[in-house]
């Protein structure tokens, strides 16, 4: 790729980037609360839905905070958007490779 091929493919995509609030890193997880007694909906072996926000930190460290029924849209729409933001950053850090080198 030439040098100006890459400068204005980069431009483009670094233009594309909406304001980068609303994102969240992590995985969603579904969990089923069960209750060991005094609950009917469990007792007749149903269970309660539970979703749960997982991050990995660097170095191991896991933290996890629960969501809320009514909140787990909204959390998937920011995981998306921070997904679709970081392979943005990453196209544009490739690009940047051909600017720093372009005859290579
Ligand atoms: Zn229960």
Do not use: F
Request: aromatic share 4%; proline share 4%; with cysteine.
């Amino acid at each position: 790729m030439k040098l100006k091929e890459a400068v204005s493919l980069r431009d483009k995509l670094a233009r594309s980037i909406d304001s980068p609030a609303e994102i969240l890193r992590g995985s969603l997880l579904h969990r089923t609360i069960r209750h060991k007694k005094g609950c009917q909906t469990c007792a007749r072996g149903g269970g309660h839905p539970a979703w749960v926000l997982s991050i990995n930190y660097a170095g191991g460290r896991n933290k996890q905070i629960s969501i809320r029924p009514e909140e787990k849209e909204q959390v998937e729409r920011w995981l998306a958007n921070y997904h679709e933001l970081r392979e943005t950053l990453e196209s544009i850090c490739e690009l940047n490779h051909v600017v720093l080198r372009p005859g290579d």
